[in-house]
């Protein structure tokens, strides 16, 4: 049994940046994190090796360790407050544009590159605002700040090491089994070995901050039926990855770097958008610790393919009796698993609409080759409802009048793609929960989305938890 000033349950963004920003504010507060897998500089992935995934356990080194799946992401700073979450509803979109700025100078310092795309070209980005409006599209104007997935290591490795050289303890391979509540007050919690299940220990703080990512968002909606923290069923994105060739998405590439693009197509009038366009990128597999594989991209500073992938995301909200969107979104991953023997699944957009499956050999005589060469050609519609399925469709081909060729024959889908940043903590803007003593930030917390906010929510916890100590 140990006892902490401030102890922190995942080394993600929101997690880090709270550390950081009590440094940066003078803070004399013991801080403690608690991390489930390595340091960032003992992460790596053997599918660069294998070509194939090694469904690698305890935990997969894409989503977990230090930074969390930031690390391993194409590390995109998105540097307005339109994108990233709901976080501006509960603090102010003005206020949140100013952390924005602020979390970004840190960035900087420490090495973020100095371009920012998708600026200085206004006649071409009102030339595809233009084939949006015509499409029924909305295009979010957002700069980007491009790290790249391995300058987005090398980041957060200094990040790491400042930490370590100014006295936080971080504690690698450690699980947080569980939380300390009594009487409505979070007094710690308690921890084990994240491999063996073993070892545990009890800490003990006076402030107990959750942040553990998309990754860790079921673990948390467990521990807010257990411990009565106040939380709303919040969104669940299931999608696809799209990759297509570069010569498609190249004026966009150039102009924007990243199209986003919002759309509510008939006949649901679903919310569906495009997310984490990879330029030159390469498509990607996560697995979560039940077994589930998800796919993703990444893109590199200097490799590159000769594809761009990114995810089209259809929101899905719930209402009353149904309460388990983390869990419904679990169930179409797991179909779509079963159907390519555990791993990802990929078909031409054409072949969806002829109403066939797609067959490797296909693949192989087509311009799009896939950039993940372990995908299990198949038939994704035999697992994604269809509900979703005819608003992908739908987008696709809206997306095509502002991207021509984007819905070409050969454009391939990946699936599953999902997003659980469901079971959304009920918080004052002062980020206060109903337990006292106890903050949820990040992903985890349903408020944000992406790098760029879940470090700026860490920023206001750091803020936050400095100005108590001078008080």
Known sequence: MSKTDVLIIGAGPAGIFTALELLRRGSRKSITIVEKGRPVEKRSCPKAKTK???????YCNITTGFSGAGAFSDGK????????????????????????????????????????EGVGKEKEV????????????????????????????????RIEQYLLEKGVEILFGCHCRDLIVENDVCKGAVLEDSAKHTNEQVIYADHVIVAT?????????????????????????IGVRVEVRNEIMEDVNNILYESKLIGYPLPFKNKVRTFCQNPGGFVSQENYDNDLAVVNGHSYKDLKSQNTNL???????????????????????????MLGDGKILVQRYGDILG?????????????????LPDAVAGDITAA????????????????????????????????????????????????????RGLYCLGDSSGWTRGLMMASVMGVLMGRKLSENEKA
């Open 311 to 337: 995810a089209i995301l259809c929101s899905h909200n719930f209402t009353y009796p149904f309460n388990q969107p983390i869990a419904y979104a679990q169930k179409v991953g797991e179909l779509t698993n």
């Open 384 to 435: 994604m409802p269809y509900r979703a399925m005819t608003n992908i469709i739908n987008f696709i081909q809206a997306v095509d009048h502002v991207v021509p060729g984007f819905a070409a024959n050969e454009t391939l889908l990946y699936s599953p793609e999902l997003k659980f940043y469901s079971n959304r903590i009920k918080m004052t803007p002062d980020l206060v929960t109903n337990i």
């Open 126 to 157: 009102k030339d595809i605002r233009k084939r949006a409006i015509q499409a029924g599209l909305k295009l979010v104007d957002c700069p980007i700040r491009h790290l790249g997935t391995e300058k987005a290591q090398e980041i957060y490795y």
């Open 52 to 58: 194939k995934c090694m469904n690698c356990k305890p």
């Open 77 to 116: 700073l998105s540097l307005s407050y339109e994108v990233g979450g709901d976080l501006p509803s509960l603090i102010g979109e003005d206020f949140a544009q100013e952390m924005i700025q602020y979390t970004d100078q840190i960035y900087l310092e420490f090495g973020a590159d100095t371009k920012v």
């Open 213 to 237: 990512g998309r990754k860790g968002a079921d673990w948390l909606e467990k521990l807010c039926e257990q411990h009565d923290i106040a939380h709303v069923p919040g969104t669940v994105d």
């Open 355 to 371: 109403g066939k499956r797609t067959w490797q050999k296909e693949l192989s005589q087509s311009n799009v080759r896939p950039s």
